[in-house]
C-alpha cells in the first residue's frame, strides 16, 4: 500500500509555470507506475500524465504535450508534474495516482491508490 500527498498548487496567470509534486509513503515506490489526473468543476476526473517504475516511459493527454513534463524520483518516493505555459483550461484539481502494474496507463479505473488533490487556478 502506498499514501499519496500532492503540493504546488496555487494561482498562475496564462503563460506562467508550476511545478507539482507528489510524495509518497513507503518502500515501494519505484513498483508503481505513477499518473497525474485533474478534475475541472463539473466535469469527469481525465488523465494528464503517466510515467512508468524506472522513469523511462512516459505518456501524456494531447492538449498538454510540449507544455508539461512527468518525471520522477526513486531515491526520494517522489513525482513531479512541471507545467509551462499554463492556459485558463487548465484549471482544476490536480490528483496524483499509483498503479501496480507495468506499463503506463490512461484509465482511472486502473490506479488503486489517490492523493487529496492540489488546486491549480490560471486566470486569464
Known amino acids: 500500500q502506498v499514501q499519496l500527498v500532492e503540493s504546488g498548487g496555487g494561482l498562475v496567470q496564462a503563460g506562467g509555470s508550476l511545478r507539482l509534486s507528489c510524495a509518497a509513503s513507503?518502500?515501494?515506490?519505484?513498483?508503481?507506475?505513477m499518473g497525474w489526473f485533474r478534475q475541472a468543476p463539473g466535469k469527469e476526473r481525465e488523465f494528464v500524465a503517466a510515467?512508468?517504475?524506472?522513469?523511462?516511459?512516459?505518456r501524456y493527454v494531447d492538449s498538454v504535450k510540449g507544455r508539461f513534463t512527468i518525471s520522477r524520483d526513486n531515491a526520494k518516493n517522489t513525482m513531479y508534474l512541471q507545467m509551462n505555459s499554463l492556459k485558463p483550461e487548465d484549471t482544476a484539481v490536480y490528483y496524483c495516482?499509483?498503479?501496480?502494474?507495468?506499463?503506463?496507463?490512461?484509465?482511472?479505473?486502473?490506479?488503486?491508490?489517490w492523493g487529496q488533490g492540489t488546486q491549480v487556478t490560471v486566470s486569464s
Open positions: 495516482a499509483a498503479d501496480p502494474s507495468f506499463i503506463p496507463v490512461v484509465a482511472v479505473s486502473e490506479y488503486h491508490y
Open positions: 513507503g518502500r515501494t515506490f519505484s513498483t508503481y507506475v
Open positions: 510515467i512508468s517504475r524506472s522513469g523511462g516511459n512516459t
